[in-house]
Structure formats: structure tokens, C-alpha cells
């Protein structure tokens, strides 16, 4: 089966793509803050939700919305494993495609990231001229991590930057904003890949500019996708050398077509007539 892709519509200026996996805790705060943070813009958006192979009422419950806010927009994932979803790399690659705005705005279901920030970003967006914005969190997260949660974050950035030169500063933070164009060229079918967003559209000639936003603790339920060593530090180790090793093996792939074109022969009068 073949996802669609939707072209952009130009009135569209901002689609925002959330996976969700069992976050029937979180879906109607989620929508609200959304809507809230993103009304007052005077901008046409969509609210793009992913429901990531949810075992729960996530669909439902984001279904029962549309009616009073018909920008909210319910995609979900099939093929997914009995009990469990595609992973957020597959997520975004399918919340991606099935948006419809010149922005692509994304952020975690939980809540921990504020929408309250997108409204920010977007003005920095113009502001600086880049085509991505990356969140960054280390500032609202100095205080409340614990130490072996700060060691490992720092760890991983001087791993990032060793293995792919990588000067993103939290390349966890899911909040950001980018051009719809990067979003469709992120091999996101690829397990993991969500991690290296940032770096890879930097790999693929964009700009991508950081700023500071705030961090919350989660609203409601339990982290769905991994944490810990086994799950996220040493699978993210093994990334890491697999994308130098795509990036390694990347060529371009920009063509122009050519057709011929006869030389048009112009008589001495005529062009001296065109040239008056």
C-alpha cells in the first residue's frame, strides 16, 4: 500500500504533526493548546495527529473533535504490530506526507512540549531567514534532569559531533519547525531516523537555526517510546554509524532537462525593426 502525498495548498501556511501513541490522556488538553496557541495567528493550520497502532480510545478521541475543529486531522498508521506502533520515525514519515501547509510544525503527544511556543518560532523563522527552526530545551531542563540523565545528554552531543559533526544542541527536542520540502526528503522509513532530523536536513544544504523553548513533564500516561540505555542510548549508538554511512554514500540527485531548440533566423530588417 502507497501513502499518498498531498500537494501543498497554498492557503495552508502551517501544518502541525503529532504521533500519538495510547494518549487518550492527552489528546483533548493537547488539541486545546494547539488551537489556543495557533487562533489568534490569523493563519490557515491544520493540526495533523498520527495514531501511531494505538490499543486505546486515541482515535476515537481525536475524531470526536473534528466536528467543532475541522482542522484537526486523524491519520493512522496501518500495519502496525499487534499491541504496539511503527516507531516515530514511521509516524512522522506518515504525518508528513499527509500534510497539506508550506510549514511543517511537529511536537510530542504528551505534552511536554508547549505549543504555546510554535507562535515564537515561527516569527524567528522569518526573522533569521532559515528553513529550520530547532527547539532547544537545555535551559528549561538544567534544573529538573538528574545527573546521569545530563551526563548522558552531553555524552551523546560529543558522540554526535565525533561521528557526524553535528552541533545540534538537543537533537531529542521534538519541537520544531521546517520547510514542507525537508520533511518530504528525511528518510524517515527508516527505524531511528527521528533522531537526526536536525542534522540531516543540515546534511541536505538547509538552514537550521536553534532557539530556546520551554519543557514540561509529562501531563498524563507513561513514555511510549524508548527510554534507557538498552532501548534508546546504545540502538542510538549503532544509528549514529549507519547514518555516516548514508550520508557517506549520498549523491545528488538534481537534473535539468534539455530540449532542442532551433535558432530562430531573423531577417536584417526585423531585427533592426526589434531592436527600435
Not at 155 to 161: E, I, M, P, T
Not at 177 to 197: D, N, S, T, V, W
Not at 245 to 252: D, F, G, L, S, V
Request: aromatic share 6%.
Amino acid at each position: 500500500m502507497h501513502t499518498q502525498t498531498n500537494p501543498p495548498i497554498s492557503t495552508i501556511r502551517l501544518s502541525v504533526v503529532a504521533p500519538a501513541h495510547n494518549e487518550e490522556e492527552n489528546i483533548e488538553e493537547l488539541i486545546k493548546q494547539v488551537g489556543d496557541a495557533l487562533d489568534d495567528l490569523e493563519i490557515d493550520f491544520e493540526f495533523v495527529i498520527v495514531d501511531d497502532g494505538s490499543s486505546d480510545t486515541t482515535k476515537a478521541k481525536i475524531i470526536a473533535h473534528q466536528p467543532d475543529r475541522p482542522w484537526v486531522r486523524c491519520v493512522s498508521m496501518t500495519n502496525t504490530p499487534k499491541g504496539s506502533g511503527n516507531g516515530q520515525s514511521a509516524a512522522f514519515h506518515a504525518g508528513f506526507r499527509a500534510t497539506q501547509g508550506e510549514l511543517i510544525a511537529v511536537l510530542d503527544a504528551d505534552l511536554q512540549n508547549d505549543p504555546a511556543d510554535i507562535p515564537e518560532m515561527l516569527k524567528f523563522l522569518e526573522e533569521t531567514g532559515a528553513d529550520f527552526v530547532q527547539g532547544d530545551r537545555s535551559a528549561a531542563r538544567a534544573d529538573g534532569d538528574a545527573k546521569i540523565r545530563q551526563i548522558g545528554s552531553w555524552v551523546g552531543r560529543k558522540f554526535r559531533l565525533w561521528v557526524l559533526g553535528d552541533t545540534i544542541r538537543d537533537t531529542g527536542c521534538s519541537l520544531r519547525i521546517m520547510k514542507r520540502e525537508i520533511a518530504l526528503a528525511l528518510p524517515l522509513e527508516f527505524k531511528g531516523m527521528h533522531r537526526f532530523i536536525p542534522a540531516t536536513a543540515r546534511h541536505l544544504g538547509y538552514t537550521v537555526v536553534e532557539m530556546p523553548v520551554s519543557h514540561r513533564h509529562r501531563h498524563a500516561g507513561i513514555p511510549k517510546y524508548g527510554m534507557g540505555i538498552t532501548k534508546r542510548a546504545l540502538p542510538g549508538l549503532i544509528d549514529l554509524f549507519a547514518v555516516r554511512y548514508m550520508w557517506n554514500r549520498r549523491k545528488p540527485v538534481t537534473s535539468i532537462e534539455h530540449t532542442h531548440q532551433p535558432d530562430a533566423h531573423i531577417e536584417p530588417k526585423q531585427e533592426e525593426a526589434i531592436a527600435k
